[in-house]
């Protein structure tokens, strides 16, 4: 903004000795000579500003047209954000291993199934090594339960030696199943158990540790070398594409605050004053807390844009009532000039002038105006201060009509 006005000085100071080409003196009296020749226009007692596109720019002024709105009563409270229980994730190693590779560090954005780590472990050798040991073992005997089954038939072995190949074989299949079960439990897919029948020279001790789901690592406690049990919370990853907030309730509040209020959300300490989302409330806890005798109110944001995190402090206002209005504005766009309220209003011709209004109700954004201001008229809506310096200096000095 600083950048801004020393870019434009040059306007300014023109502005105010009348002898510049944005405000020409001979300019406003033409403009005022041909003006008064023509019908349907209302002479107005100040002079007014013109400002070129670029300039509204650079002094990021912004217009809006006059229109209905609502006035709120609210209610302002205080709250935390934070990460949703159900899109918080604890990554723990199913079995106990040495970490060999780190993949991942802490604040990378990961997706379901990404290798985060990757252990040694002897506990899943073992499981491995067993899984392929009973795979064997099972196609021997079936192998076997064929052969006698083809000699029974043709009656050149017992029916007990057959029989005891048929259960030999069902014992078999009922170790390899739990052997393969094992290792799915330990985190296996099926793709990768067929793989490994496939390729048995293949490191039995490797362990990879993933992603449970897509998120940011918010932790990390898994180092190269480090040896890591199946307590130890190695990654921890939450997903922030949508968060809670938690809101103070006290009891004197407790019959104000209903679920599915409007709420306004605003990050306070946000160098971006104007970051606010807006939300309903989800949920009201049923009972206090005993120490601070306050309860919880709970909303819930789209953090799609990542403007929302976790362990910030936030202020709310929770709208208990909403109130019609023809002609509502942002505060924002109300001046006082000599204990009048106005508005700067833009003519047809791209004229800017103060004009004086009378309000009504107001509320922490938006102000009624119950005359001085017509419906679809274009004002400045915001930064109108720039244009308020200008009239205070004198620039509306001279009469100028329309």
């Known amino acids: 903004m600083i950048r801004n006005y020393l870019k434009l000085l040059p306007l300014l100071t023109a502005v105010t000795l009348f002898n510049s080409s944005y405000l020409n003196p001979a300019y406003a009296s033409e403009e005022h ?62 079995v106990a291993g040495v970490v060999q590779k780190v993949y991942k560090q802490l604040g990378d954005e990961v997706k379901a199934g990404e290798l985060l780590a990757q252990l040694s472990s002897r506990e899943l050798a073992n499981a ?144 971006q004053s104007d970051v606010t989302a807006q939300s309903h409330i989800s949920w009201i806890s049923p009972v206090l807390d005993i120490k601070t005798r306050s309860g919880i109110a709970r909303v819930i944001l789209d953090n799609s844009q990542n403007l929302w995190r976790p362990g910030a402090f936030i202020s709310a206002r929770v709208v208990l009532s909403e109130t019609p209005a023809k002609i509502v504005i942002p505060l924002t766009a109300l001046q006082n000039i000599d204990g009048k309220h106005v508005v700067f209003v833009q003519h047809e011709d791209g004229d800017f002038e103060p004009q004086e209004i009378i309000t009504g109700k107001r509320d922490f954004n938006q102000v009624e105006i119950l005359s001085g201001l017509k419906p679809g008229q274009t004002y400045v809506s915001r930064n109108a201060f720039t244009l308020k310096a200008q009239a205070q200096k004198g620039a509306f000095g001279h009469g100028h009509s329309h």
């Open 33 to 94: 000579a041909d003006h008064g020749e023509q019908e349907g226009h209302e002479h107005h007692d100040e002079e007014a500003l013109k400002l070129s596109p670029q300039q509204l720019k650079d002094f990021s002024i912004q217009l809006s047209q006059a229109g209905p709105g609502v006035i709120r009563k609210t209610l302002d409270l205080t709250g935390e954000v934070i990460v949703e229980p159900d899109r918080l994730y604890h990554v723990v190693p199913r």
């Open 128 to 271: 491995k090594a067993e899984f392929v040991a009973t795979d064997s073992l099972l196609k021997l005997a079936n192998s076997n339960l064929q052969r006698d089954r083809q000699l029974y038939r043709g009656k050149i072995t017992s029916r007990r030696q057959y029989q005891a190949a048929k259960q030999a074989q069902i014992e078999a299949a009922i170790r390899q199943k739990a052997a393969k079960q094992r290792l799915q439990a330990l985190g296996l897919s099926l793709e990768e158990i067929d793989k490994l029948i496939k390729d048995q020279d293949k490191d039995l001790t490797l362990y990879a540790l993933k992603a449970p789901a897509d998120g940011v690592i918010i932790a990390k406690h898994a180092s190269h070398g480090e040896l890591l049990d199946t307590t130890t919370r190695s990654f921890t990853i939450a997903d922030l594409s949508r968060v809670w907030v938690n809101l103070t309730l006290y009891q004197k509040d407790l019959n104000l605050v209903k679920t599915n209020q409007k709420v306004f959300i605003n990050n306070r300490f946000s160098k």
